[in-house]
């Protein structure tokens, strides 16, 4: 069975700072999808970065980026000029591909404060 | 557009009463559609998966129930509520074989039970 570990519970970071975020997994699986989700106070989820397994090279959303190692099964999340808004709970996401029963497990999550 | 909507927002219920929570996707057809609690300060733990009408896996034996009647529609369900049933329901569902490969989520229910 997959699991994700997010290592850290919580986390603070100045405003305009750079923060990374840690989650490894473990899977059997050569072909998968790694997510981030962010749930701010509303508690609304939204999706802030994807990777999937197959591509090397890092997935990056404006100032989001990621670092996957899928020898290590490793996928950090790095946060760059950090603003308030960022404050929220992130949560680490895995899913197989392309199989009929996609599951999604998520990590326990990280609480990020961003400090003005 | 899709839209997923899920209702009600918050619910207070007593130990031992039933429980039915509704979830509804528009805009698309054949969605997988899945059940998430979060207990509080926790992350989402999966309860139910739906690949199609009627087909439903369950991850965690307790006392919940779900069931897909309709293409778009998901319920849970519990005959009694117990203490450790409350938490903040989350449901969600994906297109099958995308490229594009992501989970949308509703606005969630507040379970409360007293």
């Known amino acids: 069975a997959q699991t994700v570990t997010q290592s850290q519970p919580e986390m603070s970071v100045q405003e305009a700072e750079t923060v990374t975020l840690s989650c490894t997994y473990d899977?059997?699986?050569?072909?998968?999808?790694l997510f981030w989700y962010k749930q701010p106070p509303s508690r609304q989820m939204i999706l802030v970065i994807r990777?999937?397994?197959?591509?090397?090279q890092n997935a990056t959303e404006n100032r989001f980026s990621v670092n996957f190692q899928k020898a290590a099964k490793s996928f950090s999340l790095k946060i760059s000029d950090s603003q308030l808004g960022d404050t929220a709970m992130y949560f680490c996401a895995f899913m197989k591909m392309k199989t009929s029963y996609d599951k999604v497990i998520f990590g326990p999550g990280t609480s990020l404060s961003v400090i003005p | 557009s899709q839209t997923i909507h899920q209702w009600p927002a918050t619910l207070v219920q007593p130990v031992g009463s039933p429980l039915s929570l509704e979830c509804t996707v528009e805009g698309t057809s054949n969605p997988n559609l899945y059940w998430y609690r979060q207990a509080a300060g926790r992350g989402l733990q999966l309860l139910f998966y739906s690949v199609g009408i009627g087909q439903i896996s369950s991850e965690v034996p307790q006392n919940l129930s779900a069931s897909r009647p309709q293409d778009r529609q998901f319920i849970l369900s519990s005959k009694k509520l117990l203490l450790s049933d409350s938490g903040f329901y989350l449901c969600a569902w994906k297109r099958k074989g995308s490229t594009n490969e992501k989970l949308f989520f509703g606005s969630g229910t507040q379970l409360s039970v007293l």
């Open positions: 990777q999937e397994a197959y591509k090397q």
């Open positions: 899977t059997s699986e050569n072909n998968y999808y």
